[in-house]
C-alpha cells in the first residue's frame, strides 16, 4: 500500500505539536503514514481541501481559523460537528470528504475519569472554537453549564445554540474551565479567574498546554483544587483523529510522552 499523506491546515504558521503527536502514533503502530503542516491563508482553503482530493490526502486536520469555514466544504459533517458548529478533522473517502470533531471526544476522555459530572455546575470561560467543544462535552456529561466571555453576546450565541447559559457564576462550580488563550506563552503571567474565587473543592481544567502548568493552574494547585492540564486534551483529539482513517487505537500515554518531549524543544 502507497504511503499515506495527512496533515495539519493552519495560519499563521506557528508552532503546532500535530506532528508530533501523529508521527509518534505512526511509529507505535507501524503505519505508514507522513504528517505535514500546511500554512494555508483562508483565502486558499477552499483550494487546499480540493487539493485534497487532488493529491489524495488521507485526513487533515484543521486548526485556527479555519475550525468553521471547513464545514461549508466538506461533502458530509458529522451529527456532533454540525451542533458544536466547528469541525477540527477533515477525512478522505474517494472522493468524499467528511468533517468531524474530535475535540469534544478530546474534552470527554480527558474530563470523564474524574467524575462522575452529572448535575453538577461548570463555569466555562471563553466562548470560541475551543469553548464549543468544552460545552458540549459537558452538557453530554449532564452538567449545568454557564458561559462566560469577554464579549457577553458570543458567550449568549453559544449558550443559546448548544443548551447552556451565560453570564456570571453565582454559586461556586465543581469544575472550571479556561478555554481561553489568556496565560498562554508569551504572557504565562496572565490569568482568565480572580485567584481569590478558587476554592478548594473546584476542579479547574486548563485547555492551555503551553506553558503545561499556567497560573491559573498553579494557583488553583496552590489552593488544594484538583487540576487537569491541556495536553491530555490535545492528545486524546488526536487519538480519535488516527481512528477515524486508520480504525487504529494509539496509546494516549506514548504520544503525551512525545508531545512533552516536543513541548521542551520549544
Ligand atoms: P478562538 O475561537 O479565537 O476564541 C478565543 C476565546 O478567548 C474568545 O472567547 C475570546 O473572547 C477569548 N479571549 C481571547 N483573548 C482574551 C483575553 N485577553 N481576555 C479574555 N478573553 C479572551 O480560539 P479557540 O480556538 O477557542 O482557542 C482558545 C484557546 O483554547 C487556545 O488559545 C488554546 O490554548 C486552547 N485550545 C486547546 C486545545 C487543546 O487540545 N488543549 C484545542 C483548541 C484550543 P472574545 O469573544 O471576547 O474575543
Known amino acids: 500500500m502507497a504511503t499515506e499523506l495527512c496533515g495539519i491546515l493552519l495560519h499563521p504558521a506557528g508552532h503546532t505539536l500535530s506532528p508530533a503527536l501523529h508521527r509518534a502514533a505512526y ?11 500546511f500554512d494555508v ?57 467528511r468533517a468531524d470533531n474530535t475535540d469534544w471526544l478530546g474534552v470527554r476522555r480527558t474530563l470523564e475519569a474524574m467524575g462522575p459530572w452529572q448535575g453538577r455546575r461548570a463555569t466555562v470561560l471563553g466562548a470560541g472554537g475551543a ?13 449545568q453549564v454557564t458561559v462566560s466571555n469577554r464579549t457577553q453576546e458570543r458567550a449568549v450565541r453559544l449558550a443559546r445554540d448548544l443548551g447552556a447559559r451565560a453570564g456570571a457564576q453565582q454559586k461556586t462550580p465543581d469544575l472550571l474551565v479556561n478555554a481561553t488563550p489568556v496565560g ?3 504572557n504565562p503571567d496572565d490569568t482568565p479567574f480572580p485567584t481569590g474565587r478558587l476554592e478548594p473543592e473546584m476542579t479547574v481544567f486548563d485547555t492551555v498546554y503551553r506553558p503545561l502548568e499556567t497560573r491559573l493552574l498553579r494557583e488553583a494547585r496552590e ?20 481512528k477515524l482513517w486508520s480504525g487504529r487505537s494509539a496509546d494516549p500515554g506514548r504520544l503525551r510522552g512525545a508531545a512533552e518531549e516536543a513541548l521542551k524543544r520549544g
Request: proline share 4%.
Open 27 to 37: 511509529d507505535a503502530l507501524g503505519l505508514d503514514a507522513v504528517y505535514l503542516p
Open 184 to 186: 498562554m506563552d508569551p
Open 223 to 242: 489552593r488544594g483544587c484538583r487540576t487537569q492540564d491541556g495536553l491530555d486534551m490535545l492528545v486524546h483529539q488526536a487519538v480519535e483523529q488516527l
Open 41 to 97: 491563508p483562508a483565502e486558499h482553503l477552499a483550494a487546499a481541501v480540493s487539493g485534497m482530493r487532488a493529491l489524495g490526502i488521507r485526513q487533515l486536520s484543521i486548526s485556527i481559523p479555519h475550525k468553521q469555514a471547513v464545514l461549508e466544504l466538506a461533502d458530509e459533517v458529522s451529527e456532533d460537528a454540525r451542533r458544536i458548529g466547528a469541525a477540527n478533522t477533515l477525512t478522505r473517502s474517494g472522493d468524499r470528504i
Open 131 to 143: 469553548a464549543r467543544a468544552v460545552v458540549f462535552a459537558l452538557l453530554e456529561f449532564g452538567m
